[in-house]
C-alpha cells in the first residue's frame, strides 16, 4: 500500500518579507544606519524601509543606496519624523524568503493554488500538422486562502500598515497605504509517515480579500493572492496552534448612517486591483519583477430586517453618508471595528413576502476603509 499526502495533515503558514533592524544606532534627516546589518551594497535599492517603533512608528521611505550598514531615502524627513536612535525598522524583501515563516494564519480551510507555465506553441511553413517547437512562456502563480479568522491580522497585508499595541488606549490600527507589504506562505503535504512536500510561495500580495457572515456560522476571509514565484522548500515551519475561537456572526453588529440594523447576513469585499509586471531581466526570468498596486475597491453588501425606510431612501434619494461601521466583539477588550468612509448605496430592494419578514437586500460602495483592534486591557 501506498502512503498518501492527506488534508488532515497539511501546513500553511506565512511571514511578512522583511529584514528587521532593531535599535538602529544611527540617524540623520535621510540616512539610517544599524551597525549589526550586513547589507549586499545596492541590494535594496528601490525597495521601502518602514519605522516600526516610537513616535515615528509606521513611518515609510523609498531606500534610493545602501551600504552593509546604512540606507539612504532621498526624500526621506526621518529626523522630523521623529525616528531616533534605538528605534526599530523592517526593509521590504518583495520575493525573498524571510528568515521565520511560522505565522498562524487563522482556522485555515482548503487552499487552493495556480501554477502555469503558459506554453507557447510554436508552428511555422516546413513543419507538418504538429507543433514544431514547444516553450515556457510567462510562470504565472496564484492561490486562494479561505480561513476563519482568529485575530484582524491579515488586514495589514489588505491595507497596508498596522501600527498600535492592541490595548484600549493605544489600539491597532490598520490603515491604507500606496504600497502593501507581501509574504512568504509555506505549503505542507504530509502523510501517515510524516513524509513532506513543502512548497514555498514567494512575492504573496492580498490582491481581493472577502470577509463573508452568515447566520449561526463563524465569519470567513476569502484571500485571493498574487503571487510571484514558487520553489520547492526542505524545512517544515515550526508553528503554534491557536486555539481561541474564531470571531462568530452572533458576535457582529452593522451600522449604517448611525443607525444599527438586524443583519441577516453581510459580505465586505476590499480589491487592490494589482497588477503582475514583466520586464525583460536579461537572465531569462519568467516571473514577474514587480507586482504592484491598481485601483482599491471597497463593497459591503447583506441583507437585513428593516424597521424604517431610512436605507431605502438614502439609496432612491442617491444620498451619501459618512460611515458604515462592522463591529465584531469577542468580549470587553476582544473587539474589532471596520469603518467604511463616504458611502453610497448602489441598490436597497425591499422584498415583500407573503406571510414572512420583510427582508431589504443591499449594496454599499465606499471610497476609504480603516480597521481598528483591541486585543487585551
Not at 491579515?154 to 499595541?165: N, Y
Not at 431612501?313 to 468580549?331: C, E, H, P, S, Y
Amino acid at each position: 500500500m501506498v502512503a498518501q499526502w492527506l488534508g488532515s495533515r497539511t501546513l500553511c503558514s506565512y511571514g511578512k518579507e522583511i529584514l528587521a533592524g532593531t535599535d538602529l544606532t544611527g540617524v540623520a534627516a535621510t540616512v539610517l544606519t544599524k551597525t549589526g546589518w550586513a547589507l549586499t551594497p545596492d541590494a535594496h535599492i528601490g525597495k521601502i524601509v518602514e519605522i516600526t517603533s516610537g513616535t515615528a512608528q509606521g513611518y515609510r521611505a523609498l531606500i534610493t543606496d545602501n551600504d552593509a550598514t546604512t540606507v539612504t531615502c532621498a526624500d526621506a524627513s526621518f529626523v522630523t519624523e521623529g525616528v531616533v536612535v534605538g528605534d526599530d525598522c523592517d526593509i521590504w524583501i518583495f520575493g525573498e524568503k524571510p528568515a521565520v515563516v511560522n505565522n498562524w494564519f487563522g482556522v485555515i480551510q482548503p487552499t487552493e493554488p495556480t501554477e502555469k507555465n503558459n506554453l507557447i506553441d510554436i508552428r511555422g511553413i516546413g513543419f507538418d500538422r504538429n507543433i514544431a517547437l514547444l516553450m515556457p512562456g510567462k510562470k504565472d502563480v496564484g492561490a486562494t486562502v479561505e480561513i476563519f479568522p482568529q485575530t484582524a491580522a491579515m488586514f495589514e497585508f489588505v491595507l497596508g500598515k498596522k501600527t498600535g499595541a492592541g490595548t484600549v488606549a493605544d489600539p491597532y490600527v490598520y490603515a491604507e497605504t500606496e504600497r502593501i507589504p507581501s509574504m512568504t506562505i509555506v505549503s505542507v503535504a504530509r502523510g501517515p509517515a510524516n513524509n513532506a512536500f513543502v512548497r514555498e510561495f514567494l512575492g504573496c500580495k492580498v490582491n481581493e480579500a472577502t470577509i463573508s457572515s452568515r447566520e449561526y456560522e463563524p465569519l470567513r476571509v476569502r484571500m485571493t493572492m498574487a503571487i510571484k514565484d514558487v520553489q520547492k522548500g526542505s524545512t517544515v515551519p515550526s508553528v503554534s496552534t491557536n486555539t481561541t475561537n474564531p470571531f462568530m456572526f452572533a458576535q457582529t453588529k452593522v451600522t449604517m448612517n448611525d443607525v444599527d440594523y438586524i443583519a441577516k447576513n453581510w459580505n465586505l469585499t476590499m480589491r487592490n486591483g494589482l497588477i503582475k509586471d514583466w520586464h525583460e531581466s536579461g537572465d531569462g526570468s519568467r516571473v514577474p519583477l514587480h507586482i504592484s498596486e491598481g485601483e482599491r475597491y471597497y463593497e459591503l453588501s447583506g441583507e437585513i430586517t428593516p424597521s424604517d425606510t431610512t436605507l431605502w431612501d438614502l439609496m432612491n434619494n442617491a444620498t451619501k453618508f459618512d460611515t458604515a461601521t462592522l463591529l465584531i466583539t469577542r468580549g470587553a477588550n476582544d473587539k474589532v471595528t471596520i469603518t467604511l468612509s463616504e458611502c453610497w448605496l448602489e441598490d436597497a430592494p425591499v422584498r415583500l413576502p407573503d406571510s414572512d419578514v420583510v427582508r431589504e437586500k443591499f449594496t454599499l460602495r465606499a471610497r476609504s476603509c480603516s480597521v481598528s483592534e483591541v486585543v487585551s486591557a
